[in-house]
């Protein structure tokens, strides 16, 4: 959820102050890494709008911050944009979601085909369905938390449960939650999480990989489960 507000008390030799939303309510930290982008610098009584993010300490700071005049401007650009050619946005989305759909079945084929033929064991497709399930579960949570202002999930363990073989689950959640889509920096990092993880995908298949799971991976999977049977 997006507020609007007024910025006051700007230091500018440091880079940070505050804004009080518009209609009163709770005052919130302002960091000028906090704008998107950083095209140039506030200064008091100037109108931002922004999403509020609870820390740890209680302290409320704002993020993803823009100028209201520059979004403004920019909603009246992309109004002018859909009036020439106003099925450009459906069709882009329609494509991208095409897209993701299909990268997703293909992944998912590969994995299901490598654990039949006995290149993967079954565990491996264990650990992508139940991490994919965690990290769709935790996208969803943190959109609801962004819209109500309550404390948001860490960017940083949402690219963990990526890179542990959340990414199909954090794909799904991106692409139809619309939730961290947008976010150029946050894109790029999921990507090279998704990226890394593939590659040991495939370092799984090889000789070496084989010998991991042997060695490592199966005797603390079968101790696991000979700990459950016991405590049942």
Request: contains cysteine.
């Amino acid at each position: 959820m997006r507020f609007q507000g007024k910025v006051f008390n700007w230091n500018d030799d440091k880079g940070f102050g505050f804004v009080e939303p518009n209609g009163g309510g709770e005052r919130a930290f302002v960091h000028i890494k906090a704008f998107t982008p950083r095209s140039r610098r506030p200064v008091d009584g100037e109108v931002i709008t922004y999403e509020l993010v609870r820390e740890n300490n209680k302290r409320c700071k704002a993020e993803n911050i823009q100028f209201a005049r520059d979004l403004k401007g920019a909603s009246t650009r992309q109004a002018s944009i859909k009036r020439i050619n106003p099925h450009k946005a459906n069709k882009r989305r329609t494509n991208n979601n095409t897209t993701v759909n299909v990268f997703l079945v293909l992944f998912w084929v590969v994995l299901v085909v490598s654990i039949l033929v006995g290149a993967l064991p079954l565990v491996i497709g264990g650990v992508y369905l139940v991490m994919s399930m965690t990290a769709f579960i935790a996208y969803a949570l943190d959109k609801s938390a962004a819209k109500n202002g309550r404390w948001r999930t860490k960017e940083s363990t949402l690219h963990l449960f990526a890179f542990l073989g959340g990414w199909p689950g954090a794909l799904l959640a991106q692409n139809r939650l619309r939730h961290k889509s947008s976010k150029a920096e946050f894109k790029n990092v999921f990507w090279f999480t998704v990226v890394l993880n593939l590659v040991g995908l495939y370092w799984l298949h090889t000789a070496d990989g084989a010998r991991f799971l042997n060695d490592n991976v199966l005797p603390f999977v079968s101790g696991l489960q000979s700990l459950m049977m016991g405590g049942s």
